[in-house]
């Protein structure tokens, strides 16, 4: 009853953009602090300059395109100036935001940019529109990306930093609709215009990557503003925040969620290829050459804080329900890779859809991580389009597809089809047409679990973790697969 069929076509060029495997670091709980970042002293955890090694190796790994930083939230309060010269000068500040906690700066533009030259990732910084000045944000892409002498830039080489990092992605603020300043879409819009004009390219070739702050889910009439308001030559890419939520005023726990809360919070994520389909409609009306991008720069999870489990602000523990989340949405970007060029998952360490959780000298790997490495051949590979039937995942009479699947072919030849079965009780045969493509060996790997809602534990750092996936089996053109409940596969066809 589940079938694949490939749809490969040689002249086809879509390519799934590698930045679609981005990640996000916020000032926020302990993502940074204690997560990312230990300090040079009174730690014993190894460290260089302060950032974890265990954290760069595991990461380093996952070959992630990009790390989006500071905020989130925190973007729109935080003026950059504060976290640059000797850690001394720096000022404490209260992050307002999240908690009322105090921020001592230590972590700043050098901290962090250093750092993603430590990663080998890409920089996606996130400016200060809602509390900030043009000026400020101006000051800042001089400071970072001029090479030649100017106020910014002689004062980056005074602080140790000859050559210019030039960094591409600059997010212009941040859910402007809301914590980035409570705008109207047309007053954003038009404020955007100004900041973006005077965020210079400095002669860095390629210029900025300008992002728009964008729509909450299906605010579609803030996209549509954007689009009519602001010409591609400031912006390449429109921003989307959608989080799997089981309901904003209740949400749920992270580990003992019912059958139910399982369910709309599959439904919540599904929710994304609606989101992402009628955004982009509204994209193709204003710009039908897709010179601009759908940027998905927070996606993820979000259920209620769990007091007990391990401290901080939006700590929540990554279960195998995190896994469904991850493979499905992963399989959505994949699949609208036209439009989409980059998403970025909410947040790498200790907060809301960790990929790791840090707990003193201690770190573990979440199932979400697992997906994430296993999906890694996706990035830069050639979108194969596909069509799927798929049974249903019903609870009561609401349904949505029990089964998710996107395929790509790499410079190699080789075929990645990733398979999720969502479903929490039934096995699915699914049959992949593998059409043109003659395919002459398959293996694979497998994430799944005894339970639904087993997780890593410091305990059990290793409970939940791919294996060796043997029981596809290529039928002439075909390849046959029943896939566990609950289960994120990833086919390597040659
Ligand atoms: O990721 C947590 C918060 O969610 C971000 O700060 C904000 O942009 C979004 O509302």
């Given at each position: 009853q589940n079938t694949v069929q490939l749809e490969f076509d040689s002249k086809q060029t879509i390519v799934i953009n590698k930045h679609i495997y981005g990640h996000f670091a916020e000032h926020l709980g302990r993502c940074i602090y204690e997560g990312f970042y230990v300090g040079e002293s009174n730690t014993t955890v190894p460290h260089t300059k302060g950032i974890r090694n265990d954290v760069v190796?595991?990461?380093?790994?996952?070959?992630?395109?990009?790390?989006?930083?500071?905020?989130g939230c925190f973007a729109d309060t935080y003026h950059w100036k504060d976290g640059i010269g000797s850690k001394e000068s720096r000022p404490t500040i209260v992050n307002n935001w999240w908690g009322g906690v105090t921020e001592d700066n230590s972590f700043g533009t050098h901290d962090f940019l250093d750092m993603c030259e430590l990663l080998e990732t890409e920089?996606?910084?996130?400016?200060?529109?809602?509390?900030?000045?043009?000026?400020?944000?101006?000051?800042?892409?001089?400071?970072?990306?001029?090479?030649?002498?100017?106020?910014?830039?002689?004062?980056?080489?005074?602080?140790g930093r000859q050559e210019p990092w030039s960094v591409?992605?600059?997010?212009?603020?941040?859910?402007?609709?809301?914590?980035?300043?409570?705008?109207?879409?047309?007053?954003?819009?038009?404020?955007?215009?100004?900041?973006?004009?005077?965020?210079?390219?400095?002669?860095?070739?390629?210029?900025?990557?300008?992002?728009?702050?964008?729509?909450?889910?299906?605010?579609?009439?803030?996209?549509?503003?954007?689009?009519?308001?602001?010409?591609?030559?400031?912006?390449?890419?429109?921003?989307?925040?959608?989080?799997?939520?089981?309901?904003?005023?209740?949400?749920?726990?992270?580990?003992?969620?019912?059958?139910?809360?399982?369910?709309?919070?599959?439904?919540?994520?599904?929710?994304?290829?609606?989101l992402v389909e009628k955004h982009s409609a509204i994209m193709d009306k204003y710009d039908p050459k897709g010179k601009i991008d759908l940027v998905v720069d927070e996606w993820g999870g979000w259920y209620e804080v769990e007091p007990g489990t391990n401290p901080g602000f939006l700590y929540q523990q990554n279960t195998m329900r995190?896994?469904?989340?991850?493979?499905?949405?992963?399989?959505?970007?994949?699949?609208?890779?036209?439009?989409?060029?980059?998403?970025?998952?909410?947040?790498?360490?200790?907060?809301?859809?960790?990929?790791?959780?840090?707990?003193?000298?201690?770190?573990?790997?979440?199932?979400?991580?697992?997906?994430?490495?296993?999906?890694?051949?996706?990035?830069?590979?050639?979108?194969?389009?596909?069509?799927?039937t798929s049974e249903d995942f019903t609870f009561k009479d609401e349904h949505i597809p029990a089964v998710s699947v996107s395929a790509s072919q790499n410079s190699s030849g080789q075929t990645h089809i990733s398979l999720?079965?969502?479903?929490?009780?039934?096995?699915?045969?699914?049959?992949?047409?593998?059409?043109?493509?003659?395919?002459?060996?398959?293996?694979?790997?497998?994430?799944?679990?005894?339970?639904?809602?087993?997780?890593?534990?410091?305990?059990?750092?290793?409970?939940?973790?791919?294996?060796?996936?043997?029981?596809?089996?290529l039928n002439g053109g075909k390849i046959e697969v029943e896939i566990p409940p609950f289960s994120v596969i990833v086919l390597q066809v040659n």
């Amino acid at each position: 009853q589940n079938t694949v069929q490939l749809e490969f076509d040689s002249k086809q060029t879509i390519v799934i953009n590698k930045h679609i495997y981005g990640h996000f670091a916020e000032h926020l709980g302990r993502c940074i602090y204690e997560g990312f970042y230990v300090g040079e002293s009174n730690t014993t955890v190894p460290h260089t300059k302060g950032i974890r090694n265990d954290v760069v190796e595991a990461l380093k790994k996952l070959q992630i395109p990009n790390l989006r930083w500071p905020g989130g939230c925190f973007a729109d309060t935080y003026h950059w100036k504060d976290g640059i010269g000797s850690k001394e000068s720096r000022p404490t500040i209260v992050n307002n935001w999240w908690g009322g906690v105090t921020e001592d700066n230590s972590f700043g533009t050098h901290d962090f940019l250093d750092m993603c030259e430590l990663l080998e990732t890409e920089p996606y910084l996130a400016g200060n529109v809602g509390s900030g000045e043009v000026q400020e944000l101006a000051d800042w892409v001089q400071y970072v990306n001029f090479s030649g002498r100017g106020p910014m830039s002689d004062l980056r080489k005074l602080n140790g930093r000859q050559e210019p990092w030039s960094v591409k992605f600059w997010g212009v603020g941040n859910e402007a609709w809301g914590c980035g300043g409570n705008m109207t879409a047309d007053y954003y819009s038009d404020i955007y215009r100004k900041y973006a004009t005077f965020m210079s390219d400095w002669g860095n070739s390629g210029g900025l990557y300008r992002v728009a702050s964008g729509a909450s889910s299906d605010d579609y009439n803030w996209t549509e503003t954007l689009m009519k308001k602001i010409p591609s030559s400031l912006m390449k890419g429109v921003a989307l925040h959608h989080y799997a939520v089981i309901d904003w005023s209740k949400k749920g726990p992270s580990i003992d969620f019912t059958e139910e809360q399982y369910f709309k919070t599959m439904k919540s994520a599904w929710f994304m290829n609606e989101l992402v389909e009628k955004h982009s409609a509204i994209m193709d009306k204003y710009d039908p050459k897709g010179k601009i991008d759908l940027v998905v720069d927070e996606w993820g999870g979000w259920y209620e804080v769990e007091p007990g489990t391990n401290p901080g602000f939006l700590y929540q523990q990554n279960t195998m329900r995190d896994a469904m989340i991850a493979g499905m949405t992963l399989n959505i970007f994949n699949n609208h890779a036209r439009r989409v060029k980059m998403a970025n998952l909410a947040q790498t360490i200790n907060v809301l859809q960790a990929v790791i959780l840090t707990e003193g000298e201690k770190m573990l790997l979440t199932p979400t991580y697992h997906v994430m490495e296993m999906y890694k051949v996706h990035q830069d590979a050639t979108l194969i389009p596909l069509k799927l039937t798929s049974e249903d995942f019903t609870f009561k009479d609401e349904h949505i597809p029990a089964v998710s699947v996107s395929a790509s072919q790499n410079s190699s030849g080789q075929t990645h089809i990733s398979l999720v079965n969502i479903d929490p009780k039934v096995a699915k045969k699914i049959s992949v047409d593998m059409g043109e493509i003659n395919a002459k060996a398959v293996n694979g790997r497998i994430l799944t679990a005894k339970k639904l809602r087993d997780y890593n534990s410091f305990l059990e750092p290793q409970k939940i973790s791919p294996q060796q996936f043997t029981a596809a089996v290529l039928n002439g053109g075909k390849i046959e697969v029943e896939i566990p409940p609950f289960s994120v596969i990833v086919l390597q066809v040659n």
